[in-house]
């Protein structure tokens, strides 16, 4: 909790909890924190919220109820109101529209805050406007803990501290690979992918830097794919340079790195570098294709403005029971920053959560706010800040264990 926040009436407020990820929030809340928690579910729609409460109240009769608050994020005294009640506020309401009027209220309220927003270009301006007065005023502004990018932030920062204990070297590369990545979007994602494909040209370009989140800059050393985007690892076998998340992710775990220690913590020469399994040269060039595809379909307007068609809209998102059904997975090595790659140290680390990205991210906001709520160890001895997920470390890993997640660390 920052420093100021006790004796408030909510533990958490989750805001924008009537939108699809924000009520898979609000379930995993109700099912797995503690039955004393006291919170509050934050909207513009009564009649919605009014639903969701009757939903919560069957699904964990006994626990302590949410209270309701009607906010309109877009009026500043209700919304000021609502977060100064509250230690904590998860925010999952439409960045695009509304994300920062959250954050402000948020440090002017001496409120920690959690979000999934996972737009690069929109990070970086939040960081730019916000990180310098979060941490002046021991707010936690934590950004992009959900499936995009707690998983891959975590992994690499719980592989670069087993390297480190087990053979006292740091880290030269996280290769990262995506075993299974459900993809049914939900309208909020959506609308987030097609306002990408609209961002500013220049802004859009630099947004690829594989730096452009981390207050110092690194260099990328690693051998990369090759022609057809593929690559070998011994440990993870063929990779192709396909995941669609892979410049959000890199720049999100390239943050943690500048942030830790000014690079120091997981090494000067460090990269983090992400793929998806492939189980031929062929597959990966076929996955290649696929990618392609796909981002130029975001790229192209006319062919955005169809797909704005098929796809669903905001509110909407894939059957929850179906998503639950889904598995989310990946693994990864660390290699050690030597002389010699082929012989380097290496840890191999897992993750895997039985539910979609969108239970998973549920999972990871709900988790996270318990782990500042409850524990608020932060990595890097920092107190405030515009954060990532990995500064929760250990005690987020402890956390989203016990909610049936895979998560294993281990030197090879
Ligand atoms: N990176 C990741 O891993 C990840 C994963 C999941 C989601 N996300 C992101 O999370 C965001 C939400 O996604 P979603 O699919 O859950 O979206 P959604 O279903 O459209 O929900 C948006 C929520 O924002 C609320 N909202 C919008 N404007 C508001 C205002 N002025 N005042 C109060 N509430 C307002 C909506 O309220 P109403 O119900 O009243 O409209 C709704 O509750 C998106 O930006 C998406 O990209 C990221």
């Not at 979007?185 to 802004?203: L, Q, Y």
């Not at 996955?287 to 796909?294: H, K, P, R």
Request: glycine fraction near 8%.
């Amino acid at each position: 909790m920052s420093a100021n926040s006790s004796g408030r009436d909510y533990d958490i407020v989750l805001i924008g909890a009537t939108g699809y990820t924000g009520a898979l929030t609000a379930e995993h809340i109700a099912k797995h924190l503690p039955i004393n928690l006291r919170w509050s579910i934050a909207g513009r729609s009564s009649r919605k919220l009014n639903g969701l409460a009757a939903r919560l109240k069957d699904l964990e009769p006994d626990r302590l109820q949410p209270v309701i608050e009607i906010v309109d994020v877009e009026d500043k005294i209700q919304l000021t109101t609502v977060i100064k009640k509250a230690r904590l506020c998860i925010s999952v309401v439409s960045y695009h529209h509304v994300g920062p009027l959250v954050i402000e209220a948020c440090i002017g309220g001496g409120t920690d805050y959690i979000d999934t927003a996972g737009t690069i270009p929109r990070i970086r301006q939040w960081i730019d406007e916000y990180h310098r007065a979060a941490e002046l005023a021991g707010v936690v502004i934590l950004i992009s803990c959900g499936a995009f990018s707690a998983p891959h932030d975590l992994l690499t920062w719980s592989s670069v501290r087993e390297l480190e204990k087990s053979s006292s070297l740091k880290t030269k590369e996280l290769i990262l690979s995506v075993l299974k990545m459900p993809s049914d979007p939900s309208g909020g994602t959506v609308e987030s992918m097609m306002m990408r494909g609209g961002v500013d040209a220049k802004v859009q370009y630099e947004s690829q830097q594989p730096w452009y989140l981390s207050p110092i800059t690194g260099q990328l050393k690693s051998s990369s794919t090759n022609l057809f985007g593929a690559r070998y690892d011994p440990t993870l076998g063929t990779l192709s340079a396909s995941s669609l998340s892979d410049v959000q992710n890199r720049a999100v775990v390239h943050r943690t790195w500048g942030l830790l220690d000014g690079g120091k913590a997981y090494g000067p020469n460090f990269q983090y570098s992400e793929y998806k399994k492939a189980s031929s040269t062929l597959a990966a060039m076929f996955q290649m294709l696929n990618t392609m595809a796909i981002r130029l379909m975001l790229a192209l307007s006319p062919l955005r403005a169809i797909a704005a068609i098929v796809l669903p809209v905001p509110g909407q998102g894939p059957d929850p029971a179906k998503e639950r059904s889904y598995q989310f997975e990946m693994e990864a090595v660390a290699i050690a920053d030597t002389n010699n790659d082929s012989t380097a140290p290496r840890v191999y680390s897992r993750f895997m959560y039985p539910g979609g990205p969108y239970h998973a991210t549920a999972a990871f906001l709900a988790q996270g706010a318990a782990s500042l709520i409850y524990t608020r160890k932060l990595e890097g001895g920092v107190s405030g800040g515009c954060l990532t997920p990995a500064f929760l470390g250990q005690d987020l890993i402890d956390r989203i264990q016990r909610v049936s997640t895979e998560f294993s660390t281990k030197m090879l």
